[in-house]
Structures are given as structure tokens and as C-alpha cells.
């Protein structure tokens, strides 16, 4: 508050109607449904999406996924289906779990250790779907090899959530919130990328390497803001 | 600044000789020497220190460590001796390097992930020597199997300092700091550990859990204060 000339307690009517309406959207969401999301902060480990085209190779021409697992955000599955990568030193991570439902283009997502084990000097931190001049490497399948031109990110920490929730937050598609960690080992993620979907679920993603920095499964004190 | 009833620009005598201290002390440091601290920030892998009786056992009666390389503070340096470490199912990781100098009681200092992999579900998390109640392990050599009954531990982040640093910064044995890394993967640690000595030069160690989470190896955009 600056020191103006008139007293601090001095509100119009305005001022007035738009704390109102953000406490009221804060309890009651956009829609005057209740909205009392429970936030899910959840380690993702490496993993990959894979297209029809490259699960032909892998599997076989015509085959599917196998459900394993249904993961917390609607639609989104553990398959049982399992692949090795092969990095750039001819090192290798075996049993590379593969979540369903398949993508337009495969995808691997590992953490920074993952990378640097398999001998990948540096990999983009990118967003899902986001894979324009990312590097490459080899997928080994059970019926066969693909060779991936790009796909290999590290996935950027980001949030999932519903239109009513976001504006109960007061942010949009795109923006960065900060998650605050608490416990011995604390931190606060700077950077976690906002995305809106009608069909999420208050939802933090983040990767192994971020998890066990900040010691995600020894403390419940977690907290999201803008 | 609050609205009193005195212009924000009357600064008394006091006030003035504080900010001015302030400022010198930030510049010069306590002694009136040239304080210029550049401050490092490293990665520490997971790795041993070793002490006398532990090192008879693994390597042979009267055996010296021998030295491989300097670490930046001062009289630490990476030996060429290994040894392997077997956690609670049997899984190992080989090649776990030995920092000199001996200490008083042998310990070992994991990420998360190191740890996870070896089977332990919880190490915890302390700062070095600080070892009461902390799990143990088997530890192989080459001349011998050391099961330490404690000692297992993940280093909390923490920032090494000289005396006068500590006085730039204000801050005294057992503080804490924050450490704020940008980039694409920024974060804020909210609890380095202020270690104070004579000897030592300005120097944050964090494990390779905390060092990926963050991109260290992708940023200098790096502060670290109060």
C-alpha cells in the first residue's frame, strides 16, 4: 500500500466488490459448484508415449496397449508394455514402462539422472507435445527397433487443472505458478507450467530427480501459488 | 516502510552509520581485506569417508588413502580407493568413491535416488558427522566387508563460508540460507546450512538429486542469500 493522502482503511465500492468476488470465487469456483480441490502432487518416473506407427515395430503391426494401471489424470493409463532405450554410449535403461493412450508422435521423458546415465550430455526441459529439435535414441522392442529422429525431453514441471480451478487461482493457460515444499530438505519450484483442460484434476507433475531433491514423500506440507 | 508522520528521506545519524557499515562489510569483509567472494556451487556424488579402523578392515592394516584429486575447500580431496556398498536386498552399487581425510567414524552420503535403487526406503537427512540413529550398511573392499551399524545419511544442502562471509552476509553458525537457481528448471532451496570456518571458502555442495532437479550444470544464474 502506498502512503497516499487519504487513511488506508478508506475502501470504495469497488475495491470492495473485488475482494468479495475473489474470496467468493476462491470457496465457490467459477460456476457457484464448491470447489475444494485437493492438490496431488505426484512424481512421474522415465517413461515413454508412443505412436501407432512405432508400436507396430515395437509389438507388431496391429497391436495395442495392455491397461496395467489407471493414472490420476482422466484417460491416462500405465500400460503393461515395456521397452529398452539405448543412448548415444550404447548404455541402456531396461523395463521403460509405456503410458497409454497412444500419441500422434512417441515421446520419452526422462529425469536429468536418467539422461546423464544413459550418456546424453543435455536434454531440452520441455513440455509434453513439445518436441521440435530434441535429440533421439534407440527404442528396443519386443518385434523390433525404432530409431527416434527427436523425442527425448526432460519434462518441465507443470500443473494440471480445471478452467473453475484455474480461475479460482487467477491464472491462464501458460502461466508459471510457484510450489512451495516443505520439510528438511524445502525448496520452491519457480517455473511450473500452468494447463488448463476441462477434463483435469488439480494435479502437480513433476520428475524423480525433483522429487527426491525436495523429499516429496516425507512431508504433506505443500502449497501452490501464483 | 511504514506512513509516519516524518518524510521517508529524514535518516538520523544511527540509521545512516548502519547502512554505511553494512555496505563496507559487504565490500571489504570484518578485517578490512578485500572480500570478493566468488561463490561455487557443486554437485556432490554420493561417496565415502572412511575411518582408521573401517580402513584396516577394507583396504588392509595401516593403509593410507591416496590421493586422486583436490576438492575446493581446502584439504578435502577425492582418493583413487572404491569400494562397494550392498543395501538391505541384496542390490549394490560398485565403485563408490572414498573422500580423504580419514575421519573419526565412517559415512556415507547418498542422493534419494542412490538410495531408493539400493533398497533403503528412508535415509535420512543430516548434516556431515551428525550420524546418531541414521541406518547402516554393508560396505565391500578389497580386503574386506565392513557392516556399519550407522552412518548412512543424505547430506542436507549446505554452504561453506569463512568468517568474514559469514559477516557480509549477516549470518551466523547453523543459519540458514536460500539458494536461488535460475533457468528453465528454477528453483529455490529454502534451507542451506551455514558452516563457518576459518578455513573454508564459499562454496555450496548439494547432492546430484538436488543438482538435476534444478539443471545446475545448465545455469549460472545463481544467488544465494538471507
Known sequence: MGCGSLPA???DRKKVEEIVREVVLKR???NGQALQSKL?????SRHMHVSRADMDVLFGPGTELTFDRALYQEGNYAAKELVTIVGPRGRVISNLRILGPMRKQSQVELAFTDAIMLGFSNIPVRLSGDLKGTAGCIIVG???VVELKEGLIRAAIHVHMSPAEAASFGVAQGDRMKLKIGGASGLTFNNVHVRIDPTSRLNVHMDT???NACGLHLTKDIEIFK
Chains 1, 2 share one sequence.
Open 9 to 11: 482503511e478508506t475502501l
Open 28 to 30: 465457490l469456483g467459477v
Open 40 to 44: 496431488v502432487v505426484q512424481a512421474s
Open 142 to 144: 519386443p518385434k523390433g
Open 209 to 211: 530427480d525433483e522429487a
